[in-house]
């Protein structure tokens, strides 16, 4: 089965510092990558999320994701964060075509204004 | 459009009762996912549809849990008894087809307390 990892687990920044998440997975074939964002009190929803083609893949609110199939990874960046930005962002993989999702343990993001 | 209706939206219960939720996808989405989320960890998908079929229940603890999804809409999540340890929020979540490059929406969840 597919894992995926995420190091962070809980992140505290204050406003306007660069923020990057990391994602590793562990499938070593064809794999669509998402980012999902929890604001408190709300419902999961996309932030952004790769399938094929250019890996620097943008997404809402400011937010990139690179993919570096050499080392497994799509890591999520903010080069300015904001305090609405605090949230739970989770990673998620799904191997190319099939129907599971593989979600990571979350990172939890507190910006202090 | 509307989004992903879930209900309720906490339950408590004492071990070995059972318990129901409901899920009613966005209108016109064919695929539709229960996910259970246990505090620290991510989603973990239970079971998904593609209409009233199911596609996927590996991860399904089919002892205690059940879901259908009689008419290709709405779908209930059973667990019958209760451990301890489904204490967890259910997440539903739909896209418009079985094709995983398709969108998940997910709806607000069902916190789960067993005692």
């Known amino acids: 089965a597919q894992s995926v990892s995420q190091h962070n687990h809980h992140v505290i920044l204050s406003e306007a510092a660069s923020l990057e998440l990391g994602c590793n997975y562990s499938?070593?074939?064809?794999?669509?990558l998402f980012w999902y964002v929890q604001y408190p009190g709300q419902h999961l929803q996309l932030l952004l999320k790769?399938?094929?083609?250019?890996?620097l893949v943008k997404g809402i609110k400011g937010f990139e994701a690179e993919f570096i199939k050499s080392k497994f990874s799509f890591n999520l960046r903010k080069p300015s964060v904001q305090w609405s930005d605090t949230a739970e962002y989770f990673c998620a993989v799904n191997e190319g075509g099939g129907n599971q999702f593989y979600f990571g343990t979350g990172t939890s993001l507190t910006v202090i204004p | 459009e509307a989004g992903v209706a879930q209900s309720p939206r906490y339950k408590i219960i004492e071990k070995r009762q059972s318990v129901a939720f409901w899920c009613n996808p966005i209108s016109g989405h064919a695929t539709l996912y229960w996910y259970q989320q246990i505090l620290g960890q991510g989603p973990k998908l239970l079971i998904q549809?593609?209409?009233?079929?199911?596609?996927?229940d590996s991860q399904l603890p089919k002892d205690r849990f059940s879901a259908e999804r009689l008419k290709g809409v709405d779908s209930t999540l059973k667990i019958q008894p209760a451990k301890l340890e489904d204490s967890a929020v259910y997440l539903c979540?739909?896209?418009?087809?079985?094709?995983?490059?398709?969108?998940?929406?997910f709806g607000p969840g069902t916190r789960l307390t067993v005692l």
């Open positions: 549809f593609q209409n009233n079929g199911v596609v996927d």
């Open positions: 979540a739909s896209t418009r087809g079985g094709s995983t490059y398709n969108e998940q929406f």
């Open positions: 790769y399938f094929s083609g250019d890996p």
């Open positions: 499938y070593g074939g064809t794999v669509n």
